[in-house]
């Protein structure tokens, strides 16, 4: 089944990405995307939280240089490809659903057209494909019952790069349980998924409760347990940290020896060079110009919330 998406306004279609999982939420759910946890995703999908109506700067080009994307691969490969303005859901799993980017004229195939900073350019090289992307368009292949996908990629503005995919039954039906599994458990029957660790995460809840809380609460006993675990990783965490500054300290004790900025392993190159950062000194404005120390306007004030944990008796 199908539904076409051309008479859908921009607020529409970000509505109706509720109603399913589509492939950019493939990523998230799997763990695989830094930018949004299974989480917020979940929160999205029941309604919890608003829908944000405007797209990341890397999101906009994405889209304003997709259709270059297609033109290109089209004249690298001889292959015809067309748009296909419509929603695709999965035979058994409606809420399985797949918007692609293009069709494949002639062959049981998707086109996705991707940019890619140059940074990330190590990614594309021989037979990589970044696994977040890897899996969205097999989770494309399972919605559509296609044979095999293609993704394009313009690297950086400056090199263009395409790769076949071949279908993947087993990996399918590894992301297609846990999509299943999360939208009955999680969006259907509302169960909660567990708030992770990922950055994500810490800045959705910092954001979303960001003013003071007004009442006093007594949490379940669980959570000594929890805090117990969390004194023991911070132990963990000193204990990690001073192992590398001893490695840090080993290292720059050797170049110190030998007066070097630069040593050179058989597999490593290290450098120990000073490196200056200018800093605002405020002893010292507040002596040479006092009353421009005292203008609130050369301050910026940020607020943040710190959790503190103190123990009882």
Known sequence: MSKSTLEMTHDEWLLDRRRGIGGSDVATILGLNKWKSAYQLWLEKTGQVELDHTDSEPAYWGNVLEEVVAKEFQERTGLKVRRRNQVFEHPLHPFLRANIDRDVVGEKAVLECKTANQFLAKEWEGEEIPLSYLCQVQHYMNVMNYDHAYIAVLIGGQKFVWKRIERDQELIDMITERLVDFWETNVVEGVEPPVDGSKATSEFLNERYSEDGTEETTLPAEFDGLIEYRKQLKED?????????????????????????????????????????????????????PEAAKDPEIYQTSISKRMTIKEIG
Do not use: H, M
């Open 237 to 289: 965490v000193d204990l990690i940290t001073g192992k590398i500054s001893e490695v840090d300290n080993q290292i720059k004790s050797e170049l110190g020896k030998k007066d070097a900025a630069i040593g050179i392993t058989p597999k490593f190159v290290i450098s120990w060079k000073s490196v200056t950062s200018n800093r605002l000194n405020k002893k010292l404005l507040t002596e040479k110009y």
